[in-house]
């Protein structure tokens, strides 16, 4: 064979594997880099064997970023309250991170004594561990969790998976057991949360919370006032400017097309912001 029939065959193996490795991606790219690396280890190696040597370092390549992905996804369903999720998930891999379960003994350590205690009212059987995504007022996408009555779960699922689906902002989804059981120090926190065994503030009667059967939503704007005298009162403390719902603000729970209090009104929940003798802007309970 002539030289230049020579050349013609080196350079059609050459450019075989280098469409095969994906290496063709221009000068100074790591997959350059890599289809370098294994025209050099497949130099003097018969054609066929070159093709299948850069076949293995594909696959071995795609395992383990596979094999990486896989445990990422396993850590977001473990992971604290408020961690940011950095991949791009799938319709399924989102699915997962919608999840519920018993409680646990992980989460009842957390809850003992503090969220939770032993009462004849609500059983710990009754309630339930959700993990959630939501959309941060950083519009990143975080995990949070939850635990509510076992009666709602499957819609509070459905509604925060609307809510996450529609980029609504929420910026802390975390067990109230973080603050101490301490609703006021929650609130201050903008923390969005449901069970804790409490009562009505300033009265002796349970609250819907107690039954995990009540939901806060961004708290902080949309506060808890009441009248007394006629003076207004605003809790948590800072969030009087909130109470004056006819402004527009951001994270306002019932504003025009507010999708939070749709959802929820669709789903059979009583809004606080509705009420007549207070208003519970953050405030959303199951009745039955």
């Not at 350079?11 to 290496?23: E, F, T």
């Not at 350059?32 to 850069?54: H, Y």
């Not at 069970?195 to 939503?217: C, K, P």
Request: hydrophobic residues 35%.
């Amino acid at each position: 064979m002539s030289k230049k029939g020579v050349k013609m065959v080196i350079s059609a193996a050459g450019m075989a594997i280098c469409l095969l490795c994906g290496s063709c991606g221009g000068p100074g790219t790591r997959e350059s880099a890599a289809g370098s690396a294994s025209l050099s280890k497949g130099a003097g190696l018969p054609l066929s064997e070159a093709f299948r040597e850069v076949r293995e370092e594909q696959e071995e390549r795609e395992i383990q970023e596979a094999q990486e992905r896989a445990a990422r996804l396993e850590y977001y369903h473990v992971c604290d309250s408020g961690t940011i999720v950095e991949d791009a998930l799938t319709e399924e891999e989102t699915a997962s991170l919608f999840d519920s379960s018993e409680i646990s003994d992980e989460v009842f350590a957390r809850m003992d004594g503090v969220s939770y205690v032993e009462n004849d009212n609500i059983a710990l059987s009754e309630l339930r561990y959700l993990r959630m995504l939501y959309m941060g007022f950083d519009g990143q996408p975080h995990v949070g969790e939850m635990v509510v009555n076992e009666q709602i779960a499957d819609a509070v699922l459905e509604i925060f998976r609307a809510l996450y689906d529609n980029g609504y902002p929420i910026e802390k989804m975390r067990l109230i057991d973080e603050y101490g059981g301490d609703d006021d120090a929650s609130c201050l926190d903008n923390n969005t949360s449901c069970f804790n065994y409490r009562v009505v503030e300033g009265s002796t009667h349970l609250s819907r919370h107690a039954f995990g059967m009540a939901i806060d939503i961004n708290p902080f704007y949309n506060p808890y006032v009441t009248w007394e005298n006629g003076v207004e009162h605003s809790s948590p403390p800072g969030s009087e400017p909130y109470a004056d719902r006819s402004w527009e603000f951001p994270y306002k729970i019932g504003g025009e097309g507010d999708l939070c209090l749709e959802l929820f009104e669709e789903y059979g929940f009583t809004w606080g912001g509705n009420w007549r003798t207070l208003k519970d802007y953050q405030h959303f309970q199951m009745d039955s």
